[in-house]
């Protein structure tokens, strides 16, 4: 099992950038691929990006392409998420999960999830 833990969420502006870390322990070597996903109230969780843990381009959803990066510290076992240009409809609970899958999009391939931290972006 992967425990993951998220930070660096809050209350921003719209327009603003934020940065969202999480760091992974357990056993992460069973890991390929770290994903970020957001949930927002009265909705599905739904997929935000994907990396994996030994290379390859990270991968994202269509809604957030061009404005959020996801990149990695494969030394220190943690994954950011970059969000740039942030509108209200991306105020959400952000979670990232660990998946023992390649490429994955879906939150079903996902096996472990973090505890999420909210973003809240004001118009």
């Known amino acids: 099992q992967v425990q993951l833990v998220e930070s660096g969420g809050g209350l921003v502006q719209a327009g603003d950038s934020l940065r969202l870390s999480c760091v992974a322990s357990?056993?992460?070597?069973?890991?390929?691929?770290m994903g970020w996903f957001r949930q927002a109230p009265g909705k599905e969780r739904e997929f935000v990006g994907g990396?994996?843990?030994?290379?390859?381009?990270?991968y994202y959803a269509d809604s957030v392409k061009g404005r959020f990066s996801i990149s990695r510290d494969s030394a220190k076992n943690t994954i950011f998420l970059q969000m740039n240009s942030l509108k209200p409809e991306d105020t959400a609970v952000y979670y990232c999960?660990?998946?023992?899958?390649?490429?994955?999009?879906?939150?079903?391939?996902?096996?472990?999830w973090g505890q999420g931290t909210q973003v809240t972006v004001s118009s």
């Open positions: 990396i994996g843990w030994s290379g390859g381009s990270p």
């Open positions: 357990g056993r992460t070597f069973s890991s390929n691929t």
């Open positions: 999960a660990a998946s023992m899958l390649r490429y994955i999009y879906s939150a079903s391939g996902y096996d472990d």
